[in-house]
């Protein structure tokens, strides 16, 4: 018998789900988890709605909800479909649990007190008639690099570059089309290139074995000559609080929900461990 984690993508929380996502992700991992379920394995099948960042925000505005209330609707749907489509969740739970949040954060303190995080100060993108702060996926311009005119704040999906959304050419909100002002601010950033040689090392290995595509192989190394620090907190009032001094004060300031939502089939696990004790 073997150990099967069947590690589900969550779905965002923003909206209720749609045809594509029962195609993309509820049947075929139910499937899976059957089958191994049937092959005598010992599967923990777990997943939840991601319900942290700034798209829950816009769309709580727009619904004249608070982003919990938005959060609390969206996920109540989401579960009845699931149910009712009959998948076989061990544990369906959610990213705004006090578990999640725990286990975020002794992750993100891990991390940190490994040396893997660095403070830098940087630009941040704040809405001129909101004051609200802009995330880099919602600004595009014209990329610096080729000159494509649908850039976005973090990357060029034309060439492939990494970009800061200060970088853009004629930025604009892509809300509502204004041009956003820049403000210098302070964020913590995942040392990525301190971690490039073992990714490189752990590359040679996979490659070594001949399972991987040689495409994905170089596709990965290619990254990996370029890699910069990437910033792993924001500048929103709706996400997990910064779990140090000078930092957990500051309603404003929260963990980036990219760094969160990924960590949810640790703390889905852990969840479902405590809950049969």
């Not at 604009?172 to 290139?193: A, C, W, Y």
């Not at 495409?215 to 009032?237: A, G, M, W, Y």
Request: aromatic letters at 10%.
């Amino acid at each position: 018998m073997t150990h099967v984690l069947s590690a589900v993508a969550w779905p965002y929380a923003n909206g209720p789900r749609h045809i594509g996502h029962v195609a993309g992700f509820g049947v075929p991992s139910d499937v899976f988890s059957r089958y191994q379920r049937m092959a005598g394995n010992d599967v923990l099948m777990v997943s939840g709605s991601d319900e942290h960042g700034t798209p829950i925000l816009i769309a709580a505005d727009e619904a004249g909800m608070t982003p919990q209330e938005l959060a609390d609707k969206n996920h109540r749907l989401i579960v009845e479909d699931l149910v009712g489509l009959g998948v076989s969740y061990d544990l369906y739970t959610r990213t705004t649990t006090r578990n999640h949040h725990a286990v975020v954060q002794e992750l993100f303190l891990g991390v940190y007190e490994n040396g893997y995080l660095v403070e830098q100060t940087t630009y941040g993108a704040i809405s001129p008639s909101t004051g609200r702060t802009l995330p880099d996926r919602y600004i595009e311009g014209t990329c610096p690099i080729c000159g494509y005119d649908g850039a976005r704040g973090d990357q060029c999906d034309n060439c492939g570059n990494q970009l800061d959304p200060q970088d853009l050419k004629n930025p604009r909100s892509k809300i509502n089309g204004e041009t956003p002002e820049f403000v210098e601010t302070q964020h913590f950033f995942l040392d990525l290139p301190a971690l490039a040689e073992a990714l490189t090392a752990w590359l040679d290995e996979r490659e070594a074995t001949g399972l991987w595509r040689p495409n994905v192989i170089r596709f990965s190394k290619n990254i990996l000559e370029e890699i910069r620090p990437r910033s792993i907190t924001r500048d929103i009032d709706w996400g997990i609080t910064i779990p140090l001094d000078g930092w957990r004060e500051n309603p404003t300031k929260k963990l980036y929900v990219w760094f969160d939502a990924v960590v949810g089939y640790l703390s889905a696990s852990v969840e479902w461990a405590r809950r049969l004790g």
